[in-house]
């Protein structure tokens, strides 16, 4: 089936630093999202991806849709206490009409202050 | 607003235990997940309602069994549970069932078999 790659699979950084993780994968997907989650929450959207090249921001975060469609990458700049956390990624499934939501396996981000 | 809701947060019953969780969201969304999630995993899909009708069930065990009342309410039955099946059980909605709508997940339910 169908499978994320996602690296690193953990980060320990010093608190202002900027992070950069990526997914790939084998497959064409037609959406990417970027989510965070804390122990005991749920996921919690980040950025959602669309279009192949597109770059996204959202505050210190900012996110690529490859030109392939096969891989994304989450960029954090400055990084800060909170930011921890696991980050996830995700693909909708290309072309499928069930909305199978594939996850990478998570990058777990420690900030040291 | 993106809120998805969840009852309860946390949850222990015993093998023999019938219970149930709950899942409300009023975006107007037509797609509703449940996904299941052990500790440093990410989450595995369970179920997907899609105008209130099961389109897909991933070879998920009997003793979990989802009902979709209406449009907004989602809710996962639980009977005669095992010991690993304790995990956070994660409720998701989307605008509808398809390879451009985003998911938008509730806080979860923290299941304890016991």
């Known amino acids: 089936g169908q499978q994320l790659n996602q690296s690193p699979q953990s980060m320990f950084i010093q608190e202002g630093e900027d992070v950069s993780m990526n997914c790939t994968s084998s497959s064409i997907f037609n959406t990417w999202l970027w989510y965070k989650q804390d122990p005991g929450e749920g996921p919690v959207l980040l950025i959602a991806?669309?279009?192949?090249?597109e770059l996204t921001s959202n505050g210190r975060l900012t996110a690529q849709f490859g030109i392939t469609r096969k891989d994304s990458f989450l960029n954090i700049s400055a990084s800060i206490p909170s930011d921890v956390g696991i980050y996830f990624c995700?693909?909708?499934?290309?072309?499928?009409?069930?909305?199978?939501?594939?996850f990478g396996k998570g990058t777990k981000l420690s900030v040291k202050p | 607003d993106t809120e998805v809701t969840q009852t309860p947060k946390h949850l222990v019953m015993g093998m023999t235990n019938k219970k149930s969780l709950k899942c409300e969201q009023h975006m107007g969304h037509r797609a509703m997940y449940w996904y299941k999630q052990k500790a440093k995993k990410p989450p595995e899909l369970m179920f997907v309602?899609?105008?209130?009708?099961?389109?897909i069930n991933e070879s998920v065990p009997s003793r979990f069994s989802p009902e979709c009342p209406n449009s907004s309410l989602l809710n996962l039955h639980l009977h005669a549970l095992q010991p690993e099946d304790s995990a956070l059980y994660l409720c998701?909605?989307?605008?509808?069932?398809?390879?451009?709508?985003?998911?938008?997940f509730g806080p979860g339910t923290r299941l304890l078999v016991l």
């Open positions: 309602y899609s105008y209130e009708k099961l389109s």
């Open positions: 991806l669309y279009k192949a090249g």
């Open positions: 998701a909605s989307s605008q509808a069932v398809a390879s451009k709508e985003t998911q938008y």
């Open positions: 995700a693909g909708l499934d290309y072309g499928g009409s069930q909305g199978n939501l594939i």
